[in-house]
């Protein structure tokens, strides 16, 4: 049981985050930001790190080793989650989801 409770709390901070970011968003000129997802840095980190370099207007040295980037991170909240997480997630999220691009 707490173990749900941590992953809709979890959720819950998730979602605000990314609701108050797509506001902001709509305030700004459409070149004055990026979106990147996780997913993406951690499965090319070189073409996501050129992409933020460029958008920045600096240098990008091309490096093979990426600090910190795991891949198996990428589906262990599969492995995690519970019936009742996904439950959770596809009632209050699923529409925040299909904005940003996630399937449940």
């Not at 902001?24 to 951690?42: G, R």
């Not at 040295?61 to 989650?81: D, G, I, Q, R």
Request: charged content about 30%; some cysteine; hydrophobic content about 35%.
């Amino acid at each position: 049981m707490r173990k749900i409770k941590r992953y809709k709390s979890a959720l819950d901070r998730w979602a605000k985050h990314i609701i108050r970011a797509l506001n902001v968003q709509t305030k700004l000129p459409d070149n004055s930001y990026i979106n990147i997802k996780y997913e993406d840095l951690v499965k090319n980190p070189d073409t996501v790190i050129s992409n933020i370099c460029d958008f920045l207007q600096v240098k990008h040295y091309k490096t093979t080793h990426h600090a910190n980037v795991h891949k198996e991170s990428l589906s262990k909240w599969k492995e995690e989650f519970t019936k009742d997480d996904l439950d959770y997630a596809k009632i209050h999220y699923s529409e925040l989801f299909k904005i940003i691009g996630y399937e449940l």
